[in-house]
């Protein structure tokens, strides 16, 4: 049976210890379970999570992408993480660190999240490399995994039917990332040799001017001439500075339109949403 634990990858998890111990000693005997964290290493918990009473406990060896800080609509939301005020790892994952550390109990099955499930790049070896690095630290019983569920990724590349070539090749989805799973699985080794090669560098990439990832100005002084050649546009959201967009695009969309959106304001009514 599989317990899903991400409260494990928490800061405060380690508060958590008498809790956790309590409840899987109560399970300890009435079927075999794995225990399966997510989003992170488990920092200070790992000693004492991996001792749980549980026939298998799933790591993640792939942790969390490192992102600015989240806002929501009442501001600045702090971080569930343990190492950072913001939304993400401020470190790369500890977890194959604190394996070498601490070790993994023997006969118990670990399961390796080595396919990162939460973005779409293809593997380019990094699985294979990490299950040669946790069979070297003296992991008995071993099973491949993604890092976590594949519900955070699309489907299948294969249904992408208008990406270039060059991005496609770079991409795996839930569909790649099983088959680079069960490639992983049947020889890491192999599995490493024949990974996807490296992604394209920028002079390799057709149609791309080097001269786009470069600036002549910095952001302040493009800011002000885009200010001065376009003195009318002033925003391109919702309100009264992106109803100003929406003014300039509509000759654009025919004379008809614009009898519309006048008489919608003279019913009083919202210009953009006539409904409102």
């Keep these: 049976m599989q317990v899903l634990e991400?409260?494990?990858?928490?800061?405060?998890?380690?508060?958590?210890?008498?809790?956790?111990q309590a409840a899987y000693a109560a399970l300890d005997g009435v079927l075999p379970l794995n225990l399966v964290t997510f989003y992170d290493d488990l920092g200070d918990a790992y000693p004492w999570a991996v001792q749980l009473p549980v026939a298998a406990v799933s790591l993640d060896f792939c942790g969390v992408v490192r992102l600015c800080c989240v806002c929501t609509l009442q501001g600045p939301r702090p971080a569930l993480t343990r190492s950072t005020p913001q939304i993400g790892a401020a470190t790369p994952c500890r977890t194959l660190e604190l394996l070498q550390q601490h070790g993994f109990p023997a006969g118990k099955r670990l399961g390796a999240g080595v396919i990162d499930g939460r973005n779409v790049w293809a593997d380019t070896g990094a699985a294979a490399a990490l299950v040669q690095a946790i069979k070297a630290a003296g992991v008995e019983r071993l099973a491949v995994q993604?890092?976590?569920?594949?519900?955070?990724?699309?489907?299948?590349?294969?249904?992408?039917?208008?990406?270039?070539?060059?991005?496609?090749?770079?991409?795996?989805?839930?569909?790649?990332?099983?088959?680079?799973?069960?490639?992983?699985?049947?020889?890491a080794t192999a599995a490493k040799a024949e990974a996807?090669?490296?992604?394209?560098?920028?002079?390799?990439?057709?149609?791309?001017?080097?001269?786009?990832?470069?600036?002549?100005?910095?952001?302040?002084?493009?800011?002000?001439?885009?200010?001065?050649?376009?003195p009318q546009v002033k925003g391109w959201g919702w309100g009264p500075e992106g109803l100003g967009v929406q003014g300039l695009r509509?000759?654009?969309?025919?004379?008809?339109?614009?009898?519309e959106r006048a008489h919608c304001r003279g019913q009083g009514r919202h210009p953009l949403n006539p409904r409102r």
Excluded at 250 to 259: K, V, Y
């Design 146 to 187: 993604p890092s976590c569920s594949l519900q955070h990724v699309p489907v299948d590349v294969a249904l992408e039917t208008k990406l270039e070539l060059t991005v496609k090749s770079r991409l795996a989805f839930a569909v790649q990332k099983l088959a680079e799973l069960a490639s992983v699985a049947r020889d």
């Design 250 to 259: 509509l000759p654009l969309r025919g004379e008809q339109r614009g009898e």
């Design 196 to 230: 996807a090669p490296a992604a394209p560098t920028r002079a390799e990439v057709p149609r791309i001017d080097p001269r786009m990832f470069d600036r002549s100005q910095p952001f302040e002084q493009r800011r002000d001439a885009q200010h001065r050649a376009n």
């Design 6 to 20: 991400p409260a494990l990858a928490l800061f405060d998890a380690p508060a958590l210890r008498e809790s956790f």
